[in-house]
């Protein structure tokens, strides 16, 4: 093994300018990429990080190879921010449930806004929202990584592949496929309304080993079969108003056949 | 069926016969807890032999995941393992022909020396299962051989313990004050009664049956029926790194499924076999009709776990039946 | 607990390190490593290429030496485009050679027809080289070469030298104007095959190439009175494993890694659907 020398491409790498910037959201999946805490300085050593608002001071808003973005879109100042960050970074990740599906903020699409309305947007009247939508609604993103919130260790393996020029590994495999191979009894079984079979996995059924149903944070996979998901949450008991509601909550931009499935109904 | 040395043991010296074994190796048996499965066991009163273990024993040789190599720059080096000794009780006739199935693949053809490490260092002690264990169990339609160092046939008071193999003579021999002679048992005594029954392995030519159709329409194309398969074995191979050092990690191979679009994807993103229903039908195809084309016994022993374990509980075994029985009405 | 104590040598997935005699780049996203590889293999057969943490990836060989391999890549995933970055004097770890090449012995006294298209032609050029190697054991040799566009022309090192002992048709699907020097003909490369082959006599044919063209070929060659058995074509699969243990590279039950890459048509005819 002596021999061996150099594989790979025979490179210095200059570090990669590395943004990390968050818009509308709780701040969870920046906390996700802090919470690598054993790995954190090592994670400091691989890219160059020019901003990170959220823990510094000082930081650059220009010239990025990879601009990470948490949040969703529900401000102009929100629309304004992404467009910025797009225009200056080679590639655009979304981090998180918010950035990629919309999540629960923009649940608000399928609610009356009589019924919000009251509570918050005539007091402050300073906010200009937007209709809340995922980033990848106004610019484009390059990379996605889903979840709510995202896994820390998928987060690491992100900036390691990026830190050496290669393309990061994510999956589009349902999360039963992690799940039973972490030996769970399936929920559904149990007649729990979990959306596992058409959400896609990653998290490594972490919600399911401990005992929750999944909600469908990560998204809907390519290859979902979405009528039989219906379907079977039907014949489990629960009325379709409730099944629409539970798809909805993670990812319901993301599905938008559901109109059509459910008909307005409820 | 060659006459087996078969000896009487009560139900006290099987305690202490397993104790005995326990000491210098772990013992790995069914356990209930929400769901029965083959775990680490401490104590003998845990063993669990009423019902069917709903995950098999797959993953004792092998496993979800697995390190092949540590890397570095330098290359790839294969760790340096200790595998434990282990002794299985419990498994039953589906179990045992499934290591035996793994066993052509892991050990004949790919030579596999992680998967052999594990096998070697394991006795395999079975349960004869009196009556179909589980609603949707069918071994008896495939014609599947005994396969154990020690099979158990459980009786009132005693078993009846047959000897399958050299490793299974020497432990009679070790411990033969716990065995004592008794005559060897009928075909019939060897029977799984009540099973359910595939009418047809040989499917070749049902290949375009619309009746597949009926099994597609309610595949979620999940993976649980691969992952609980005692025999499924396709994998990937991935290479982890760590984040101190990127150029050194580890390459690892994880359970796969035919199942997932993902499967045949090849670089540049074309997918082989996008369409659920080829998915659905290559799994299937490969448990009974292709693997017996090379290797002489269809690779399914007739557990019926990815029946049970389906969320859609797809009964593949009675549409292949309906198949059958279409043929005969026209 | 007692140590397994399982040599190196015996594991069937264990890369080796191999010493990179030269890197050509081909096109913008071909190139060929030669690698200090000495082994024997049949053409049409595989290595495992491996880079530590970006992955393997089965590369077909393009050459027909014993002392040497040459691997013809092209830039399409993690590995291949990493290996891009291999330079003369760089290690790259190996395993293998795998599957099923080109029968060579078997087709001996039979001319030969030779079909590839685009970065098909990698697993072709072990065969040219092969027959190089055994000139006098094969009859008349057509090579019908095509190419998406001038830019994209791999082996032009080759194509002289082929051009003096073989037939050589070479084409290119469209030729935008200008671009580059190119003399040859512009079309597909199946319109050449209608024109230029005749019969099936004592002839068999090797196509390697994007599955549409591989159609094409096959349809044109029926029409001229082809026997399934006179075609051998090479599959491309997702493969981690190379062994037959994987599955990822099965087709109904026969695996690429093992019972292919090179399938005779009959064989696979009706499985290549899939």
Redesign the interface.
Known sequence: ???????????QPKKLRVGIYGITGCAGCQLSIIF?ED?IL??LD?VDLQAFPFIKEVNADQHFDWVIVEGLVASEQDLATVKKLRRNAKYLVSLGACAATGCVPAYRQFTLKENYEHLLYRKQKRLKDVEPTPIDAHVKVDYYIPGCPPDKKEI??F??AI??G??P?G????V??EC??N?N??L??QGKPCL???TAGGCHAVCINGGLECWGCRGPT????LN??ID?LRKKGFDDRFIRDRMRTFAGLKLPTLNRIFHGKG | MPLMETYRQTKADWKRFLEALMKGRELIAPVKR??V?FERVKDIEDIHLKSMS??PAKHWFFP??QTLFRFS???F?MPKQKEPRRVFFGLRKCDLNAIKHQDMVFIKQAKDPYYKALRKKSLLLGYHCRTAPSPFCFCESLGLPDFFDLLYYERKDHFVVEVGSAKGKALVKKYGRWFHAEKGLTPEQRRIKNADTLEETDIGRFYDHPGWKEGV????????CT??CPTCYCHSI?D?????D??SGERKR??S?CQ???FTKVAGGHVFRKD?ESRFKHRIYHQLEWFREKNKVPLCTGCGRCIQ?C??RIDWVSMINRMKDDEHRT | MTNTGHSQEENPLQPR?Y?VREYYRETPDTFTLTIDMAVDHDPGQFVQVS????GESPISICSDSRKFIKLNIREVG?VT??L????K?????LRGPYGKGYPMEQLRGNDLIIVGGGCGIAPLKGTIDYIENHREAYGEVNLFIGYRSPKDIIFSRELEEWQQKYHLHVMVDQNPAGEFCYDGRTGFVTEAIREKVQDNRNKVVFICGPPVMMRAVIGILQEKGFNDDQIFVSAERLMFCAIGVCCHCMIKGKFTCIDGPVFRYDQIKEDEQE
């Not at chain 1, 390519?222 to 079969?225: I, V």
């Not at chain 2, 329409?217 to 649980?224: D, E, F, V």
């Open positions: 093994m002596s021999r061996a020398k150099n594989p790979g491409k025979p490179r690598n790995d090592d994670l691989l690491l393996g900036f390691t830190a050496r290669i393309e590994r999956t589009d495999n349902p039963c496929v039973r191979k030996g009894a399936c559904l079984d596992g079979p058409i390519k290859d979902m079969n039989l998901m079977i | 929400d769901l499965r709903y995950f979800e995941e720059k330098k290359g080096e329409n309610l595949c979620l194309s999940c993976g649980a992952a609980l991935h982890e790194v760590t984040v101190a990127p150029g994880q359970w499924s997932l679009q993902g659920r374990g969320p859609t | 390190p010493r880079l530590p943490g970006i993690r485009r990493e891009a970055g291999l330079r004097g760089d290690t790259v770890f």
